[in-house]
């Protein structure tokens, strides 16, 4: 357990580290440089140095909440669980479409791709009612769809992963596809 205020900071640390695990495992060199916030951080991968940033796409705002005062030890829990939603994959696919394309948006995004080129982006799944190979899967061409319609290219590849449980990293867009 970790005091609310500090949450996202150990989550990204997480997620770096086993994005780094991830790379590893493929073959591949990868080495954090430094970590600035933004972006998480400027990392090098097999000589290549690129940037990462982490994010993060819930059901919706119940289920995050259920989430994160769970893990917090200086908040009361607050439940999600024996709610009835309607239509989760159709609701969670609009989130990470918005997710994303507000990473695209932002300010901050833009100038770090105007100084240091495209990054990685790696996004959080976090819906009890798909993995994230299955959003992987199912949400591609959409996703694919949202990056083309944007003017400045921020991200060279995208990654989801599972947000609890054990993480699996899987590619839903890459410029080189």
């Known amino acids: 357990m970790v005091k609310r205020k500090d949450l996202k900071q150990v989550h990204e640390d997480a997620v770096l580290q086993q994005f780094s695990k991830y790379m590893e495992n493929l073959g591949n060199t990868f080495n954090v440089l430094e970590t600035p916030d933004p972006p998480e951080a400027i990392i090098e991968i097999n000589d290549k140095k690129t940037w990462l940033e982490v994010t993060d796409a819930f059901l919706d705002k119940d289920h995050a909440i259920g989430l994160t005062t769970g893990v917090s030890e200086d908040v009361e829990h607050i439940s999600d669980s024996g709610r009835l939603v ?7 696919s609009s989130v990470l479409q918005s997710v994303i394309e507000a990473k695209y948006d932002k300010a901050s995004m833009q100038s ?11 996004v ?10 299955d959003i992987a899967q199912s949400e591609a061409k959409s996703i694919s769809d949202l990056v083309a319609k944007k003017s400045v290219k921020v991200f060279e590849t995208i990654y989801v992963y599972d947000g609890t449980g054990q993480r699996s990293f899987h590619s839903i867009y890459s410029e080189m596809t």
């Open 112 to 122: 770090i791709y105007q100084n240091r080129g495209a990054g990685i982006l790696l």
């Open 86 to 92: 309607i239509e989760p994959d159709e609701r969670f």
């Open 124 to 133: 959080g799944i976090f819906t009890p009612f798909a993995s994230a190979a």
